[in-house]
C-alpha cells in the first residue's frame, strides 16, 4: 500500500511568493496532521484534521498560514506570503482513528527554503 | 503540562556496540502512550514502537528493546549491536489518551561507525 505521500520535495521560493505544500494521506485514514520540523523549535503540530474537518489550528504560526481539506485523500497547507523564517521541512501524517490509537504515518517531508 | 526529555543530543558509538537512548518524560495523567520514531538521513518518520501506560512490560523486537518504568517516568531504547544502518535522529513522543497531540522529544543523533 502506498504511505502518505507529499509534494513537492523540495521547494525554493522568495520571500513574498505564494506556497502551496500538497499531501495525500493514507487510504482509510481518517485523521490528518501538519507537522513543522525546525532546528530550533523541533517537531511542532500545525493543525489537525479528522474526517476532514479542522479540529485544533492551535499550531498554526499566524494568519499567513492556511490548511485545507477537501476531501478525504487530500489535504494542502499554504503560505502566503511567505518569509525566510517559515524555512523548514513540513510532514503530513495520518493516522486511522480520532485519538490516533495507532502509531502515526509520515510522509517524507517538503522542505521549504524562503530566501 | 507534560514534556518529553531526550537529553542526550548526541551519541557516537563504533558497529557492534550496545547503545541505550533516554527519555524521560512528565505527565500527571495515568493514561498515556509513549512511542519512539526514526529520522534516518533520508528524512521520513519512521515508527518504531508504541507502548501504553498500563503496560510495562520490556519489549523486544530483533536488535532493538524498550525498557519502559513508571517508577522514573522513563521510556529507554536500547540498540544491542548496532550497525551503521542504525545511524540517524531518534525521537521519543508522548500523547494523553485525551488527546491527539503527539508531543515530540528533541531527539537524540546517534552515529554509528565502522
Known amino acids: 500500500d502506498a504511505g502518505v505521500i507529499q509534494s513537492p520535495r523540495h521547494e525554493v521560493t522568495e520571500m513574498g511568493q505564494e506556497v502551496t505544500l500538497r499531501c495525500k494521506p493514507i487510504?482509510?485514514?481518517?485523521?490528518l496532521f501538519w507537522y513543522r520540523q525546525t532546528m530550533m523549535r523541533g517537531l511542532e503540530l500545525l493543525i489537525y484534521?479528522?474526517?476532514?474537518?479542522?479540529?485544533?489550528d492551535s499550531g498554526m504560526p499566524e494568519d499567513r498560514f492556511s490548511a485545507k481539506m477537501p476531501n478525504a485523500s487530500f489535504s494542502t497547507l499554504k503560505i502566503q506570503p511567505s518569509e525566510p523564517r517559515d524555512s523548514a521541512v513540513y510532514f503530513c501524517?495520518?493516522?486511522?482513528?480520532?485519538?490516533?490509537?495507532?502509531?502515526?504515518?509520515f510522509g517524507e517531508g517538503s522542505r521549504l527554503t524562503v530566501l | 503540562a507534560q514534556k518529553v526529555t531526550q537529553a542526550q543530543t548526541e551519541i557516537s558509538v563504533v558497529e557492534k556496540e550496545d547503545v541505550t537512548l533516554d527519555c524521560v518524560y512528565e505527565?500527571?495523567?495515568?493514561?498515556?502512550?509513549l512511542f519512539w520514531y526514526k529520522q534516518p538521513p533520508s528524512g521520513e518518520l519512521v515508527f518504531l514502537i508504541r507502548?501504553?501506560?498500563?503496560?510495562?512490560q520490556n519489549e523486544i523486537s530483533g536488535r532493538y528493546s524498550w525498557n519502559f518504568q513508571k517508577s522514573t517516568s522513563s521510556f529507554n531504547f536500547t540498540i544491542t549491536a548496532s550497525q551503521v544502518v542504525d545511524s540517524a535522529v531518534y525521537f521519543c513522543?508522548?500523547?494523553?489518551?485525551?488527546?491527539?497531540?503527539?508531543?515530540f522529544g528533541s531527539g537524540t543523533r546517534l552515529l554509528v561507525r565502522p
Open positions: 501524517a495520518s493516522s486511522l482513528g480520532l485519538r490516533a490509537v495507532g502509531e502515526l504515518f
Open positions: 487510504s482509510g485514514h481518517n485523521s
Open positions: 484534521f479528522n474526517n476532514n474537518v479542522p479540529i485544533d
Open positions: 505527565t500527571r495523567d495515568t493514561t498515556y502512550y
Open positions: 507502548r501504553n501506560s498500563f503496560d510495562e
Open positions: 513522543a508522548f500523547r494523553m489518551d485525551s488527546s491527539y497531540k503527539l508531543i
